[in-house]
């Protein structure tokens, strides 16, 4: 199979596993209930992901640069979720922020590094820049799509165990790490 034949197979995996789009309708309710802070914990909570966001983008944008595309995101992947899961599995506020370190570090050491590989597959099998954006459009739209499903049965799930959505999503993010795993070996 040719390299932008994996990539587009990647793609679809990654359309339909969005991140915490299970959790998304109930998360303000699980990290106050579930995890048991108050609003303005969760607010700050929120605001250290955007700060350590906008801080870490550039440098781990460089270590991204330095290790490979590929390897930035799974590991990327693998970062956000054990952030997560830590907070899961030890919920409350001294957890919290450390948690948002390890999210933060996997979702800038990620970012945009699957359309970069998905970009070097398709012109390294010599297709059109017109056609790797069509395709995009496609898993876009395909991705949002997705997202209102999961966000619909995210709320339904809530109603069983408020902790439910959250651990979806986590499996999700395993799933499709381990795919690419799989798929990135073979590139």
């Given at each position: 199979m040719s390299k932008s034949g994996l990539i587009?197979?990647?793609?679809?995996?990654?359309?339909l596993t969005p991140l915490e789009?299970?959790?998304?309708?109930?998360?303000?309710?699980?990290?106050?209930?579930?995890?048991?802070?108050?609003?303005?914990?969760?607010?700050?909570?929120?605001?250290?992901?955007?700060?350590?966001?906008?801080?870490?983008?550039v440098p781990l944008g460089a270590v991204s640069d330095f290790i490979g595309r590929r390897k930035a995101l799974l590991l990327g992947n693998l970062f956000v979720r054990f952030g997560l899961l830590?907070?899961?599995?030890?919920?409350?506020?001294?957890?919290?922020?450390?948690?948002?370190v390890f999210i933060?570090?996997?979702?800038?050491?990620?970012?945009?590094?699957?359309?970069?590989?998905?970009?070097?597959?398709?012109?390294?099998?010599?297709?059109?820049?017109?056609?790797?954006s069509r395709f995009l459009a496609k898993i876009s739209t395909l991705s949002i799509s997705a997202m209102a499903v999961a966000a619909l049965l995210g709320g339904i799930v809530a109603s069983i165990n408020i902790a439910l959505p959250m651990f979806i999503d986590i499996f999700l993010i395993m799933i499709k790490t381990c795919i690419g795993f799989f798929f990135f070996a073979v590139l």
């Amino acid at each position: 199979m040719s390299k932008s034949g994996l990539i587009r197979k990647y793609y679809w995996v990654a359309a339909l596993t969005p991140l915490e789009a299970f959790l998304a309708p109930v998360v303000v309710v699980f990290y106050l209930d579930y995890v048991g802070i108050n609003f303005a914990t969760y607010s700050l909570f929120i605001a250290c992901l955007f700060i350590l966001n906008a801080l870490l983008e550039v440098p781990l944008g460089a270590v991204s640069d330095f290790i490979g595309r590929r390897k930035a995101l799974l590991l990327g992947n693998l970062f956000v979720r054990f952030g997560l899961l830590s907070i899961v599995l030890f919920p409350g506020k001294e957890v919290l922020y450390s948690a948002s370190v390890f999210i933060s570090s996997g979702g800038t050491l990620a970012s945009g590094n699957l359309n970069s590989i998905g970009y070097e597959a398709f012109r390294d099998d010599e297709m059109e820049k017109e056609e790797f954006s069509r395709f995009l459009a496609k898993i876009s739209t395909l991705s949002i799509s997705a997202m209102a499903v999961a966000a619909l049965l995210g709320g339904i799930v809530a109603s069983i165990n408020i902790a439910l959505p959250m651990f979806i999503d986590i499996f999700l993010i395993m799933i499709k790490t381990c795919i690419g795993f799989f798929f990135f070996a073979v590139l």
